[in-house]
């Protein structure tokens, strides 16, 4: 008679590697905003902008409007409209870069890349202002020294407002990428969207009372108002809730749903 002796299989245990923290993660999308060459260009040009329009006002605009508030209300402009076309490449990287497979095996939970962008889009923001600010300092420094006003004083409201701003377009393009995966696609959209619609408002009488409220490029331009009434206010997060919210909505969603291939 023959004995077997069996050994028993050992034990696998499955040790879950705790998940990635959300700001680790928020400092890899700010990482990769200029990783691209597309990316990279696109800061270098916003920062090559906004000092084109101290520049500007330094050479043709008059004494009276070099002042620190003048400086920062006009540095704004490039970046209002370029960082949200840094907000769409940020969203549709991991789709027309073919990254996808690799980040969500990386990071299983969807959720948690998208609101990592998010917060990077919101940080860039808020860097671009803080930067528009210095540099609004140091034009009024040297548009003294030639002879302009050389106020310094500014409303609070008109630096958190421009700060709103920068935020507003920035997830706005944030929106149109995720909605759309498609880095020209949305971009094309996101500019000649908003603008048909302020045109056909301006145009069409019957549209005028719902463009008010509707359209996004009407209502962000009181925000260069110190004193932005409640209906102002009103106005503007209608805007928002469709041109922002309602695509970031989808835009998720979508993202969360859409096969890796």
Known sequence: MT?????????????????????RLTLIELRKLADTRAGLWLLIVIGLATLGTSAIMLGWAPDEELTFEGFFAFGLVPSSVLLPVLG???????????????????????????????LAGVLIAAASTAATLVLAAAANLLGTALGGD??????????????????????MGLGFGALLLNSAVAIVTFFALPMVWTVLGETIKALNTAAGWLDINRTTMAMSDPAMTGDEY???????????LLPLLLGIWRVLRREVS
Do not use: C, H, N, Y
């Open 150 to 171: 050389g106020g310094w004083d500014i409303a609070g409201s008109l630096i958190w407002q421009g700060l709103l701003l920068q935020v507003i377009f920035v997830l």
């Open 234 to 244: 009103a106005r503007l997060g209608v805007s928002v809730a469709v041109w922002v």
């Open 88 to 118: 769409i490449l940020s969203m549709t990287a991991e789709w027309s870069q073919r990254t996808a497979l690799t980040t969500f095996t990386l990071v299983p939970a969807r959720e948690r890349v998208v609101v990592a962008k998010l």
């Open 3 to 23: 004995a077997v002796l069996e050994t028993p299989a050992p034990e696998v245990r499955r040790v879950s590697s705790p998940p990635v923290p959300i700001g």
